[in-house]
């Protein structure tokens, strides 16, 4: 079984819980109507805001996409909030893609320099998934660029 990312395992967040709770001030919402205007669940707001849970890297960018903020300022790693839409947003996948060929790496090597399994790459592609908030993290810092950028939602490399 392959190990976590080194320091990285977000499943709980006070940081994330304490910028949601601003965040739905802010837009002078209650919890379901930010949920709804997010395009997530209301259980998920419920229990980021309640138990710091931090939901999956999907609603993730359904709640960056909204508010329009790098995740990472979501989850408080950054104090950068700028924030700026690919203009032709592209997939995980095809991001991967063009940095492993600039790289001129193989998804097999690539694998391995990692914590994730040799054949991860290859289930994500297959099952059209992307990986973990930690696998993203140890992927954007391996080839030096935001999560963003590796998740197709900004043009900005960092």
Same mark, same amino acid.
């Given at each position: 079984m392959p190990k976590r990312p080194e320091g990285t395992e977000y499943t709980t967040s006070a940081k994330f819980q304490k910028f949601l709770k601003e965040a739905i001030d802010e837009q002078e919402m209650k919890k379901v109507?930010?949920?709804?205007?997010?395009?997530?669940?209301?259980?998920?707001i419920i229990r980021a805001t309640?138990? *710091?849970?931090? #939901?999956?890297?999907?609603?993730?960018?359904?709640?960056?996409?909204?508010? *329009?903020? #790098?995740?990472?300022?979501m989850l408080g790693e950054t104090d950068d909030a700028s924030f700026s #839409?690919?203009?032709? #947003?592209?997939?995980?996948?095809?991001?991967?893609e063009r940095?492993?060929?600039?790289?001129?790496?193989?998804?097999?090597?690539?694998?391995h320099t990692m914590s994730f399994a040799p054949n991860a790459v290859y289930e994500w592609i297959r099952t059209n998934s992307i990986p973990s908030l930690d696998y993203l993290i140890e992927?954007?810092?391996?080839f030096d660029v935001s999560i963003d950028y590796l998740l197709g939602r900004t043009d900005d490399r960092h």
């Open positions: 109507q930010f949920a709804e205007a997010a395009g997530v669940s209301t259980s998920v309640l138990y *710091q849970i931090v #939901p999956s890297v999907k609603t993730l960018i359904k709640l960056a996409d909204y508010l *329009q903020v #790098p995740i990472m300022y #839409p690919a203009r032709e #947003p592209s997939t995980f996948f095809e991001r991967l940095l492993t060929e600039e790289n001129g790496e193989k998804y097999s090597a690539l694998s992927l954007a810092n391996h």
